[in-house]
């Protein structure tokens, strides 16, 4: 059976800076590491999670998205130090069921790198080299790959723009073009190419402010109903939390208790096979935060009550219905969508701040709500000679569980609550629980 939530952290990661004199630069520090992984220590989940160490990557594994003579030039670049050839190795525990899924807490990120350039503080492309080991080393028929950054991952999208094996999603904060990285390739008319049209789908925000309103629209009327549709054996996540509130380059207002629930709706899919991966994010409260958040969630967590949900904003149902058009002949499930908006897009008009400078306001929000881990939910009667997994109790005889009702799932029988076959395990009935649920052995 799978096992617990896998966590990558190192800090070797945390043992480098930036070199570029650039002030826009500034922002991706150690500190990232350091806080998020401090915040998922200080609250106990942690200790919950399957630690798992990082590996460095082989350069077969680099060779699967970036250029030999990249890869070459990477080598003899100065400072160039082993931890900036690591990658994560969650997806392949994963894969192989070991755990069920996994987060990852790395620097520097990865979805800007291109094949044969780094970019936007990215050197290796992390989560496009996990899809493509996942498909050579496991066979993996279709990946689906959320990026939630607040910044377009081109070096994702250029790397599978023609592959129909892999769908890549992405909201970024566009503004017709005035945000970076500036491409057009960005827009929501960028479907892919070739066999892989309608595999590429890009959700441009054009103002910032956005809310978890509008975060819960693009993923319940756009990004699921594809996804379902599409049916990935792996989920990877993309996980920039630069689109939370208070980050300098976001600038949304989306509360970090958002992500549980974008983890949630995600872990629905490919069995729950779901690894995410730190990208952005540089303001290190809603950082920290927001990782909490979405750990709680692949622990098995509930989601806290979703918060401030008043409808979304026009410009985000703007950016809708334009991708729900572009995309309609592709997927069944768009194919009503209604055409492109007749009238000017509403924010088109908005014009740039005096200098294009950064705004200084600071952006004030509670505190996340404490989310209390769930009591233990199942309980196994083993037989001999199988190991007692982790943190698990070994009871004798069925006699040992009361007060707890227990039911006997046939041999090989699929578990009502979870994806798991039932081998041998007794599926208990908690009594006492409020919501009486079965649950299968692995906790």
């Known amino acids: 059976a799978m096992m617990g939530t896998a966590l990558i952290y190192d800090e070797e990661m945390t043992r480098y800076r930036l070199l570029w004199v650039d002030p826009a630069c500034k922002i991706e520090v150690p500190e990232r590491l350091t806080v998020s992984h401090g915040a998922l220590v200080e609250s106990g989940l942690a200790a919950r999670c399957v630690s798992i160490p990082v590996r460095e990557a082989t350069d077969a594994d680099i060779l699967l998205v970036h250029s030999e003579e990249y890869l070459e030039a990477v080598k003899k670049t100065p400072y160039m130090t082993l931890e900036e050839k690591q990658v994560i190795y969650s997806q392949l525990l994963v894969m192989t069921g070991k755990v069920r899924n996994g ?22 492309n992390n989560v496009a080299i996990a899809a493509q080991y996942a498909k050579q080393k496991y066979g993996i028929k279709r990946v689906l790959i959320a990026d939630w950054d607040i910044h377009h991952g081109q070096g994702v999208q250029y790397c599978f723009e023609d592959d129909p094996s892999v769908l890549y999603f992405s909201w970024h904060r566009y503004e017709h073009q005035k945000f970076w990285p500036q491409l057009r390739d960005s827009d929501f008319d960028s479907v892919g190419k070739e066999k ?189 000679g199988v190991a007692c997994p982790d943190k698990c109790t070994r009871f004798g005889s069925s006699q040992d569980l009361d007060p707890l009702e227990v039911n006997k799932l046939k041999y090989g029988a699929v578990c009502g609550h979870c994806p798991l076959k039932i081998i041998s395990f007794i599926v208990l009935k908690f009594i006492l629980l409020v919501f009486a649920q079965k649950a299968c052995a692995c906790i």
């Not at 629209?217 to 109903?225: N, Y």
């Not at 990935?232 to 958002?258: H, R």
């Not at 709706?265 to 950082?287: F, H, P, R």
Request: charged letters at 20%; one cysteine or more; proline letters at 8%.
């Open 196 to 384: 892989g049209a309608g595999f590429n789908i890009n959700v441009p925000w054009n103002k910032v402010g956005m809310k978890n309103s509008d975060y819960l629209s693009i993923f319940c009327h756009l990004l699921l109903p594809v996804a379902y549709e599409f049916c990935p054996d792996l989920v990877l996540v993309c996980a920039g939390f630069d689109s939370a509130i208070g980050d300098p380059e976001g600038e949304m207002c989306a509360t970090p208790d958002i992500f549980a629930h974008l983890t949630h709706l995600l872990m629905n899919l490919a069995g729950g096979k779901l690894c995410a991966v730190l990208e952005g994010g540089y303001n290190l409260t809603s950082l920290a935060q927001s990782v909490c958040q979405t750990v709680h969630t692949l622990l098995g967590d509930p989601p806290p009550r979703p918060a401030n949900l008043d409808g979304p904003c026009k410009s985000a149902l703007e950016s809708l219905q334009c991708v729900r058009s572009a995309h309609r002949q592709y997927w069944t499930c768009l194919e009503h969508a209604a055409d492109l908006p007749t009238c000017d897009i509403s924010t088109k008009c908005i014009k740039l701040a005096e200098g294009g400078e950064e705004s200084t306001e600071k952006r004030v929000w509670p505190e996340p709500q404490r989310r209390i881990t769930p009591a233990v939910r199942a309980a196994a009667v083993l037989p001999d």
């Open 103 to 124: 987060m990852a807490l790395v620097r520097p990120p990865g979805h800007h790198s291109m094949r044969s350039a780094a970019n936007g503080f990215c050197v290796f």
